[in-house]
């Protein structure tokens, strides 16, 4: 965390950040071309719900570049379909593995036997999954 992408070059060093509280905009003031700062700046912003001038977007896009390969594990992207396609994948899932889903129901209490959750009360009935 304490080198945000740093540029090896002739007289040049990696930036310094370790607290991770550099904007963005600090890190690519240095770049001349627009088009390569807003490709770069969507890395930066995105998921944090800040602008690029908000500490700590340098170190969301260096967070995101390390995960950004390319394809396989340690990628990311958009889901098709946005996020809400994601919540529907675990519903059908869970369903499919014999789950019930309820929505929209009130959580008395949760029940945990020797450190784990073994289900929940809900107003008024109580859910005991087979979890092992």
């Known amino acids: ?4 992408l740093g540029r090896r070059g002739k007289g040049s060093r990696p930036k310094k950040d370790p607290e991770g509280r550099m904007t963005l905009g ?3 003031r240095e770049l001349r071309s627009r088009l390569v700062k807003a490709a770069l700046a969507v890395d930066g912003v995105t998921g944090t719900w800040a602008g690029p001038r908000a500490p700590g977007t340098a170190y969301v896009l260096a967070h995101h570049e ?6 396989g594990l340690g990628s990311w992207g958009y889901p098709e379909g946005g996020m809400g396609a994601v919540s529907d994948a675990i519903h059908d899932a869970a369903v499919a593995a014999g789950a019930e889903v309820r929505l929209q129901a009130p959580v008395e209490r949760v029940l945990v ?3 784990r959750a073994t289900g929940v009360v809900l107003d008024p009935l109580p859910l005991r999954p087979d979890i092992g």
């Open 66 to 71: 390390i995960g950004d390969v390319g394809v």
């Open 26 to 28: 600090e890190h690519l």
């Open 113 to 115: 036997r020797d450190g």
């Open 1 to 4: 965390m304490a080198t945000i």
